[in-house]
């Protein structure tokens, strides 16, 4: 079993904070192996950023994602620059907020799950959490880390006083992952 995935989208928008969890909670909860990447654009909010993690049954010889099983997309910039990496087959997880469906053509090559991530977080009182609401929907829909061991790693990684509300974004979008 590998699973490559890639969360993207703009600096700001905590997806490499969120590839970090997810990363953290495979290395220290489960029995697999992982790697985790990041890439930034110069500019600390805004810029295009996205995290790669790899997971694995296997040793991982390569650490680099080059068709992800799974994509999520929080920016239009990085759904049009990423999507067409995705295999086929694969899983498109958009944040309708800020990203326009997907061409026809590209959902049937691909599963397109399509919910308002930012939005959902907004609701929730802060829109900052929209990683941690990503992750609940990526978590959720792979099934890949079990959802107490990414509890735990976001309780380790968010800052105190926060903590209630990122558990209550990854339930949010655990939720809105098995509605869809």
Known sequence: MRLELRLAGEGGQGLITAGIILAEACAEYTDLNVVQTQSYGPESRGGA????????SHEIDYPQVKKPDV???LAQEACDKYLPTVKDGGTVIIDTTYVKP???AQSQRVKVIEFPVSAKARELGREIVANIVALGLLVETTGIVP???VIAAILDRV???TEE???QAFAAGVEAAKAL
């Open 49 to 56: 950023s996205r995290a790669d993690v790899i997971i694995s």
């Open 71 to 73: 994509l999520i997309v």
């Open 102 to 104: 997907v061409p026809e």
């Open 147 to 149: 959802k107490d061991a």
């Open 159 to 161: 800052p105190k006083g």
């Open 165 to 167: 509300l990122n558990k």
